[in-house]
Structure formats: structure tokens, C-alpha cells
Nanobody, 120 residues
Framework: QVQLVESGGGLVEAGGSLRLSCAAS????????MGWYRQAPGKQRELVAI???????NYGASVRGRFTISRDNAKATAYLQLNSLKPEDTAVYYC??????????????WGQGTQVTVSS
């Protein structure tokens, strides 16, 4: 079992910043990539950013240059720094972790989400 708990969301003004945290616990051995996704009410979930165990990153086009994903493998924690926030960034942000096995099997885990609201 892997449990993911997000924190750090809140209400901020446009142009402000937030720092989200995702703490992994349980059987964390074998976690490879971790990532952040977001979902606004009535909308589909979209990729925000992912980071490999080696530190390689990928970002969604709408957040590239404004958000930064990082991780601390020793603490089994991923972070998302959100800068220059816009009202369209308002969403529930979910943490994701993936295990990949030598057999080719891949298993994904999800947190409960943390709300980010950006006012005009």
C-alpha cells in the first residue's frame, strides 16, 4: 500500500504563489515517477507536472515557466511551487505516484487532493 497526502492549498490573489506538498507513506519502495494533476469543477483532469526518481521533469503547456516540481527522495515527498498564479489555475490539485516493475506492470496511486483557489 502507498498513501499520498497533499497539503498547502488555499486562497490566493492573482499573481501570488503557493507551495504544495505531497507526502508518500506506506510501502514506498519502488516508486518511480511522481506528479501533480488538477481538476476544475465539471472539467477533465489534466497533467500539471511529473518528475522521475532521477529528477527529470515534464510540464503541462499551461503551467510551464510558472510552476516547478521537485522531490526529496529521502523524505518520500514531492513538491509543487506555483508562481504567477492566474484565476484559471483554480482547481483541486492531486498528487500521483507510480510504481513500475521489471515484469512491465505499472501501478498508480492517488492522493485526496488539495484545493487551490485564485481570485482576480
Amino acid at each position: 500500500q502507498v498513501q499520498l497526502v497533499e497539503s498547502g492549498g488555499g486562497l490566493v490573489e492573482a499573481g501570488g504563489s503557493l507551495r504544495l506538498s505531497c507526502a508518500a507513506s506506506g510501502n514506498i519502495f519502488g516508486i518511480n515517477a511522481m506528479g501533480w494533476y488538477r481538476q476544475a469543477p465539471g472539467k477533465q483532469r489534466e497533467l500539471v507536472a511529473i518528475i522521475s526518481s532521477g529528477g527529470s521533469t515534464n510540464y503541462g503547456a499551461s503551467v510551464r515557466g510558472r510552476f516547478t516540481i521537485s522531490r526529496d527522495n529521502a523524505k518520500a515527498t514531492a513538491y509543487l511551487q506555483l508562481n504567477s498564479l492566474k484565476p484559471e489555475d483554480t482547481a483541486v490539485y492531486y498528487c500521483n505516484a507510480r510504481k513500475e516493475y521489471e515484469s512491465g506492470e505499472s501501478i498508480a496511486f492517488w492522493g485526496q487532493g488539495t484545493q487551490v483557489t485564485v481570485s482576480s
